[in-house]
């Protein structure tokens, strides 16, 4: 029988805490943690669900004509390493994947988006490598792009429909009471009754207006039941999002920022979360959609944004000012599309490096942001697979890139005929010397480790309907690129 392929790290973060280190990514529809150190699998969330026998799967699942309740598997617990078996069995969460993973700066809290019920979720990260829910907060729009502030208290997210919203980190204790919200127009009631119109089509209209009135009341559906508040909004899809601090010339503190990006190629920067109503000013350059922004924790008046156009822009963003045009692809080509899929920054052995990954491809573009802002292109790096996820490993001078072992490099849909053995899932990087931005494939036994454990398996049957869910899931950049004349 042949072997199954493996879902692919989707997102990947390294997680430095006092007494251990950790890897954590996003699988399909799980969660998945490590031991840095060893590569050992320590958790999967959502855990498997024991069922002893089919009227107890039955139970869990709900009856045949009846949906199953997404709250099944919102509450499970924290898990360990557990092995698909007859004995074991999980109903399939309501989400697909997981296509948004963020830690705390402490590596205390893991906040994570699941796609299809638009529902954000704080876990605490274990000690142990274990995930233990705290909440689940369900979104009036799908999510697109979700940071954390600074200081580790609040969540920004930003929605398909240019809304974004904070969230505060953790709950409070006070209930939070839901305001009723009209899905249209407020229609009020009718001033006039039977008693004071008397023609048949006065009547008539009467009854249709109170008829209007009244459906509109039963459409009202309940405001969010948790704490939050609407910062800003964009008229069009907004596709990330960055949380910026930057020095105040005029004290000794610190002023935020909010950097937001949306499909109609702007980029608005407007302040901190109590005054996120004032726009500071737009970087406006960018010919196409923009979906990743990257301002470099040890560069922060800086900003490299990149999305639909064939080139990278290099910003002095407080100023919106354009210092550099960066292409990424030989303008001789005649590449019909390009799409930055992840724009990534980390400083390693005394160099600070840019790293760029196109929708699709197994290369990863290298750059050096040098003292005035500007990139310069090295070599790139060759993965064996397209790059969906990058962490980097400061202190030991190494990058984690996870790669799609499922389609064939350089391809959005074409699958592979069989898995490589083992699934190469995460690929690892090391700056040879402080000279240059040389890299070198490391082959360390953690990999190997992970590799040999795996993820959950996608079988080679998959349907030609299902393996286009399954592409659309890692690659949709494709519906944000505007049809021609749909400005107009």
């Known amino acids: 029988m042949a072997a199954n392929l493996q879902h692919p790290f989707q997102c990947l973060q ?20 490590y031991s840095a ?19 107890e799967a039955q139970l869990e699942q709900g009856p045949p004509e009846k949906k199953r309740k997404v709250e099944d598997t919102q509450t499970a617990e924290p898990s360990g390493p557990t092995s698909e078996t007859p004995e074991k069995s999980q109903a399939s969460p309501a989400w697909s994947n997981i296509p948004i993973l963020t830690t705390t700066a402490n590596g205390e809290y893991v906040v994570a988006l699941t796609a299809e019920d638009k529902c954000i979720r704080v876990f605490q990260f274990q000690e142990d490598g274990s995930f233990t829910q705290l909440s689940e907060r369900t979104m009036p729009k799908r999510p697109s792009a979700i940071t954390i502030t600074s200081d580790d208290n609040t969540i920004l997210c930003g929605d398909k429909f240019g809304d974004v919203y904070s969230l505060p980190l953790i709950p409070g204790d006070k209930p939070h009471v839901a305001t009723r919200v009209p899905r249209g127009a407020k229609l009020s009631q009718p001033a006039a009754t039977n008693l004071t119109v008397h023609t048949k089509g006065n009547l008539k209209a009467l ?6 009135s009244n459906e509109a009341k039963a459409e009202e559906k309940p405001g969010l039941a948790f704490e939050h508040n609407l910062l800003l909004g964009h008229v069009s899809l907004l596709t990330d999002i960055a949380y910026v601090s930057l020095p105040d010339a005029s004290s000794t503190k610190k002023r935020n920022y909010i950097l937001t990006a949306d499909r109609d190629e702007h980029i608005r920067v407007s302040r901190g979360l109590t005054q996120a109503h004032i726009v500071e000013n737009y970087c406006l350059g960018h010919t196409s959609f923009i979906s990743q922004l990257c301002v470099p924790q040890w560069a922060p008046e800086y900003l490299v944004s990149g999305g639909g156009d064939k080139h990278l822009l290099v ?11 960066v292409p990424l692809v030989d303008q001789a080509s005649e590449t019909a599309e390009v799409a930055v899929h992840g724009i990534w920054a980390t400083s390693l052995g005394g160099q600070r490096a840019i790293l760029v990954a196109l929708h699709g491809s197994p290369r990863l573009q290298c750059f050096t942001l040098e003292a005035d802002g500007t990139l310069t292109s ?15 490993i400061e202190k030991d001078n190494t990058i984690l890139v996870s790669v799609d072992c499922i389609r064939e490099p350089g391809t959005t849909h074409e699958w592979r005929a069989s898995p490589s053995s083992p699934s190469a899932l995460i690929e690892a990087f090391r700056v040879k010397s402080d000279t240059g931005l040389e890299w070198e494939q490391t082959a360390a036994s953690v990999l190997e480790k992970i590799h040999s454990t795996g993820t959950s398996e996608v079988p080679l049957t998959t349907t030609e309907k299902e393996r286009k869910e399954l592409n659309d899931s890692l690659y949709n950049l494709g519906h944000l690129r505007k049809k021609k004349g749909e400005d107009e």
Do not use: D, M
Not at 383 to 390: D, E, K, Q, Y
């Open 14 to 33: 390294f997680v430095e805490r006092p007494n251990a280190n950790f890897l954590i990514g996003s699988a399909g529809s799980k969660l998945y943690s």
């Open 37 to 55: 150190e060893t590569g050992q699998q320590l958790a999967i969330w959502p855990q498997a669900v024991e069922s002893s026998n089919g009227a």
């Open 207 to 212: 009854e249709q207006q109170q008829k209007l």
């Open 315 to 325: 910003w002095k963003w407080a100023e919106g000012r354009i210092l550099q045009k």
């Open 378 to 392: 090295q070599a790139p790096i060759q993965l064996s697979g397209n790059a969906l996820g990058l962490t980097s």
